[in-house]
């Protein structure tokens, strides 16, 4: 079964952000740049069935040329081909417009492929849109936040996270999935790999060709305010004898924390 | 002039990193205390192809440049250093010599095996009696009929418990009757090999280091490397190499004593502030951070004249004097920054400092580097 992932290139999840007010943006300088996490996920499925099922692993990335370097990682890790959307505008964190992108980029070249692949969301913008868009747009059935898959003739059957449980959905092939972490644990590149990708032609193809207008590809999302989270207060303390602290604890957690 | 890594290495370097932090690093302190090699390491080590660097694709490696073997040893020194010298000696020491000074037979008998981690490789040249003075070597060398027969003692064999070959070197007749040195390659499994004690090091602990007892030890003749009597010549070529490795690994160890000393230095408290506020350790963090800069840039800059096959020995030689000695100032000044908890075990500068010491001895001591540099400073 031919599989289709598809991966981002965000600040390593170790880097501090730093946030141009001016333009609402983060400050990219010195930031290093690595594969979401979560997708490493969704590449490792795509091996993994490839290894049980056969069939080839195609890697896609929506984003400037800076992201060929991820789409090689993915080629180093095993997979069989890669390609760029290539998209130069500005990070919008608009999941529509690429869902869009990679809607049409699917529908007009890749017909070939038994299941596509994403992480649950991309660390960083984590609005965990784009794979349920893409999904609508094509018309396939989807399960997110999977962290199980089988996969049997023409169905997959898949558990997802639910509030407190897990939901087991079986949906008929082509679908879409989006991985969450325990699905499986992630290779890492082997030497081979990096040697082979080096060597490994990467087309480009872009959003003109896929004759998107200006129209279609302007951002809806506004971004009106960056700001970075608030310092986290320190933990309260509560003090007394035993039957005090409980109460106290009974207290805050009922009006305050809301959880009881 | 571009100081900027090529794609490939940064993938490689990426790749390292993210393997010590997940691998490495949560085992590495235990396998430190309990003096342990670090044999399931080596095992995923393999599975990433990083035990066959040195090994060309013939034999099932993946050869790579100096440097990308440099930067590999770097990273997994910054999280353990034993490993980077177990696999330094591996690669640039023992599968380096069998494919450049090895028959075919040999080659092809050994290298797969060493490039799929399935025997580790080690590098026995210094003696109880003699280390840098290598023509005071005593172990013999004997033909008997199409054979050649050992006797001696080896000292300081790094992975002498785990190796599944060494290169050895012993002293063979030449013609009238004075000895030459020449360099073999003897299988673990050969009757009269035997491993006779384990040293009780200060530092690098799981990387375990043996003497090893020769005892009539008969070997094919075919096991010769090189020439005979080359011995000296192919000692002092592979140590030229392998000292941009330990050279890595100095640089990699430094990195860390510097990374322990800035976190510390941020979080630690002392006069109402945290002690990164304060100039003197500003300083010395200053200071530590060019040093461990400098001793890269060397060590990186020895590598590539090597990868551009350009004379290298005298930039190698600087490097392993300088990032050697360099580690052992960044550790103690790190340590320094550490206070009283420095002196703990429970922080990891403390196995720093220790693992530190033997940099500037082991192949080839700071003193046999001047030596090298100064000679060639003298004839140019």
């Known amino acids: 079964?031919?599989?289709?992932?598809?991966?981002?290139?965000?600040?390593?999840?170790?880097?501090?952000?730093?946030?141009?007010?001016?333009?609402?943006?983060?400050?990219?300088?010195?930031?290093?740049?690595?594969?979401?996490?979560?997708?490493?996920?969704?590449?490792?499925?795509?091996?993994?069935?490839?290894?049980?099922?056969?069939?080839?692993?195609?890697?896609?990335?929506?984003?400037?040329?800076?992201?060929?370097?991820?789409?090689?990682?993915?080629?180093?890790?095993?997979?069989?081909?890669?390609?760029?959307?290539?998209?130069?505008?500005?990070?919008?964190?608009?999941?529509l417009r690429t869902a869009?992108?990679?809607?049409?980029?699917?529908?007009?070249?890749y017909s070939e492929y038994g299941l596509i692949l994403f992480g649950k969301q991309s660390m960083?913008?984590?609005?965990?849109?784009?794979?349920?868009?893409?999904?609508?747009?094509?018309?396939?059935?989807?399960?997110?936040?999977?962290?199980?898959?089988?996969?049997?003739?023409?169905?997959?059957?898949?558990l997802r996270e639910i509030e407190g449980a897990s939901e087991k959905v079986t949906v008929p092939l082509p679908a879409v999935v989006s991985a969450q972490k325990?699905?499986?644990?992630?290779?890492?590149?082997?030497?081979?790999?990096?040697?082979?990708?080096?060597?490994?032609?990467?087309?480009?193809?872009?959003?003109?060709?896929?004759?998107?207008?200006?129209?279609?590809?302007?951002?809806?999302?506004?971004?009106?305010?960056?700001?970075?989270?608030?310092?986290?207060?320190?933990?309260?303390?509560?003090?007394g004898d035993a039957a005090e602290t409980a109460q106290q604890l009974v207290d805050f957690l009922h009006e305050e924390a809301k959880v009881i | 002039m571009d100081f900027e890594l090529n794609e490939e290495q940064r993938m490689l370097r990426d790749m390292v990193r993210s393997f010590a932090q997940n691998e490495i690093e949560p085992v590495a302190s235990e396998l430190e205390s309990r003096h342990e090699?670090?044999?399931?390491?080596?095992?995923?080590?393999?599975?990433?192809?990083?035990?066959?660097?040195?090994?060309?694709?013939?034999?099932?490696?993946?050869?790579?440049?100096?440097?990308?073997?440099?930067?590999?040893?770097?990273?997994?020194?910054?999280?353990?250093?034993?490993?980077?010298?177990i696999l330094s000696v591996h690669s640039s020491l023992f599968c380096y010599s069998v494919n450049k000074y090895g028959s075919e037979q040999l080659k092809s008998t050994y290298l797969p095996k060493a490039a799929a981690g399935e025997i580790l490789g080690a590098f026995s040249l210094t003696e109880p009696g003699a280390g840098s003075d290598i023509s005071a070597l005593s172990t013999q060398a004997v033909r008997r009929e199409g054979r050649f027969v050992l006797n001696g003692t080896k000292a300081w064999v790094s992975n002498g418990n785990d190796a599944g070959a060494f290169i050895?070197?012993?002293?063979?007749?030449?013609?009238?009757?004075?000895?030459?040195?020449?360099a073999f390659l003897v299988d673990r499994e050969t009757p009269g090999l035997r491993v006779s004690k384990i040293e009780e090091k200060m530092g690098l602990n799981a990387s375990i280091t043996t003497d090893l007892v020769l005892e009539d030890c008969e070997i094919p003749e075919d096991n010769l490397l090189g020439d005979e009597g080359k011995g000296a010549s192919i000692a002092l070529h592979c140590l030229d190499c392998s000292r941009i490795g330990i050279a890595a690994q100095?640089?990699?160890?430094?990195?860390?004593?510097?990374?322990?000393?800035?976190?510390?230095?941020?979080?630690?408290?002392?006069?109402g502030t945290t002690i990164s506020q304060i100039q003197a350790i500003q300083f010395m963090l200053a200071d530590?951070?060019?040093?461990?800069?400098?001793?890269?840039?060397?060590?990186?800059?020895?590598?590539?004249?090597?990868?551009?096959?350009?004379?290298?020995?005298?930039?190698?030689?600087?490097a392993k004097l300088y990032a050697s000695e360099a580690a052992n100032k960044v550790a103690y000044q790190a340590l320094q920054i550490h206070g009283g908890y420095g002196y703990s075990r429970e922080f990891m500068i403390e196995q720093l400092y220790r693992d530190a010491r033997v940099l500037s001895i082991y192949e080839g001591t700071s003193e046999i580097q001047r030596m090298v540099i100064a000679r060639f400073l003298l004839k140019e």
């Open chain 1, 182 to 239: 325990g699905l499986n644990e992630p290779r890492y590149e082997t030497l081979k790999g990096i040697m082979m990708a080096k060597r490994k032609q990467i087309p480009v193809i872009t959003t003109a060709e896929l004759g998107l207008s200006d129209e279609q590809l302007a951002p809806q999302l506004t971004i009106v305010r960056m700001e970075t989270p608030p310092a986290r207060e320190a933990g309260k303390i509560v003090e």
């Open chain 2, 37 to 85: 090699f670090p044999r399931d390491l080596l095992k995923k080590l393999a599975n990433l192809g990083l035990m066959g660097m040195t090994v060309p694709a013939k034999y099932n490696g993946i050869k790579t440049d100096y440097l990308s073997l440099s930067i590999t040893l770097e990273e997994i020194s910054r999280s353990l250093p034993s490993l980077a010298v």
């Open chain 1, 100 to 109: 869009r992108i990679i809607a049409e980029a699917i529908k007009q070249k």
């Open chain 2, 250 to 271: 100095s640089v990699g160890l430094a990195q860390r004593a510097l990374d322990e000393a800035v976190a510390y230095s941020r979080q630690r408290e002392a006069f």
């Open chain 1, 124 to 158: 960083g913008a984590d609005n965990a849109q784009v794979p349920a868009m893409v999904a609508e747009m094509l018309g396939l059935p989807q399960v997110n936040v999977i962290t199980q898959l089988e996969l049997e003739g023409n169905t997959g059957s898949a």
């Open chain 2, 168 to 182: 050895l070197f012993a002293q063979t007749e030449a013609g009238s009757g004075g000895k030459k040195l020449s």
């Open chain 1, 1 to 95: 079964m031919n599989t289709f992932v598809f991966i981002k290139r965000v600040p390593d999840t170790e880097s501090k952000i730093r946030i141009d007010h001016e333009n609402n943006c983060i400050i990219e300088e010195g930031l290093n740049f690595v594969m979401s996490p979560y997708d490493e996920y969704a590449v490792e499925e795509a091996l993994q069935i490839r290894e049980s099922k056969g069939g080839t692993v195609t890697v896609f990335s929506v984003g400037s040329e800076e992201s060929i370097i991820i789409l090689k990682k993915a080629l180093a890790m095993g997979a069989d081909e890669a390609v760029l959307i290539r998209d130069d505008a500005p990070e919008s964190y608009d999941g």
């Open chain 2, 288 to 318: 530590i951070a060019t040093l461990t800069e400098a001793s890269r840039l060397l060590t990186y800059r020895a590598a590539a004249l090597y990868d551009l096959e350009k004379p290298f020995s005298k930039a190698a030689a600087m």
